[in-house]
């Protein structure tokens, strides 16, 4: 049985070591998308410590759960995530950045990370792979669930739109899309580049069953998720409302953080932060 005060107790605190490492390894790495990254901390925690049905010693697993992230540019905090699952030694994680190594702005393609199921990073693909890994799912009559993380700015990306009809018009119900939604693109906010409002009605009229939520919030990540579950007819998404930069006072919905890497001073106020959130 769920023990949900618990769970969330510890799952916030799991979140702060999680924002507290990636915030240092942007620095010492020098590897950007910070903001992006600590948007979606929440979102990834509960899907790998309570949601998907994955085995971090048996990551190949044919009937594993599926999760892509189709916002690549997030990969510094899904690399964190891995490592602190036990799908490989966070130590590892010390060479992110260098010659030679694994761990650097995206996810590299499959069978070089344990747990990085695609090379994303190019935006609007992501989705239209888990799609293709959903429906071959359905045609093998498998019973795994596909996830998908996108970001807002994704879904200016017309392959979206063209996965979204691909989807509801394959009835693929084992499909769940998460929308990390900080309102944020790389040069401005999402609403002045191409605004995407009306978005849940978007997603309905494309044949989804659409959810909102605070993407902040484990009680509404669990329920969203839970609602999602019980849909056997649709596909699923969910659009989590964010903030850019989340955890780190100065970084919250400042844009400046999808690009810029803290120096000395910024990491120190950072993790300083982070520390006094430790529970
Ligand atoms: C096809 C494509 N075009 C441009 C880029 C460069 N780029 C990297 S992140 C980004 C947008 C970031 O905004 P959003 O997608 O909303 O993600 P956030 O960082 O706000 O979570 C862009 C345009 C890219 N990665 N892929």
Not at 34 to 54: D, K, T
Not at 105 to 129: N, R, V, Y
Not at 183 to 194: L, V
């Amino acid at each position: 049985m769920f023990e949900e005060t618990i769970n969330f107790y510890k799952l916030n605190e799991i979140s702060n070591l999680l924002r507290y490492r990636t915030v240092k390894t942007s620095h010492d790495a020098s590897i950007p998308h910070l903001g992006s990254c600590l948007s979606c901390v929440e979102i990834l925690v509960y899907l790998y410590w309570i949601e998907l049905n994955l085995n971090p010693l048996n990551s190949n697993d044919q009937d594993r759960d599926r999760f892509i992230l189709s916002k690549g540019h997030g990969a510094p905090i899904l690399f964190q995530v891995l490592a602190e699952r036990g799908f490989y030694d966070k130590n590892l994680l010390k060479t992110a950045g260098k010659n030679g190594s694994l761990f650097h702005e995206h996810p590299p393609k499959p069978g070089f990370i344990p747990g990085i199921e695609a090379a994303t990073g190019s935006l609007g693909h992501g989705l239209p792979i888990a799609l293709g890994i959903a429906m071959a799912g359905k045609i093998k009559k498998k019973s795994f669930r596909t996830f998908a993380l996108l970001s807002d700015g994704e879904c200016n990306e017309g392959t979206i739109w063209e996965s979204a009809m691909f989807a509801s018009s394959k009835s693929l119900s084992r499909v769940t899309a998460i929308i990390d939604f900080n309102k944020w693109q790389a040069t401005g906010r999402t609403k002045e580049i191409m605004s995407l409002e009306p978005l849940l009605e978007k997603w309905k009229s494309f044949g989804w069953h659409a959810q909102e939520i605070n993407g902040h919030n484990f009680s509404e990540i669990k329920d969203s998720l839970d609602e999602a579950n019980s849909i056997n007819d649709k596909p699923s998404v969910i659009i989590a409302n964010t903030i850019k930069g989340k955890g780190v006072s100065f970084m919250e919905d400042d844009n400046n953080w999808h690009y810029r890497i803290p120096n000395k001073e910024e990491l120190s106020m950072a993790l300083a932060e982070l520390s006094k959130n430790k529970k």
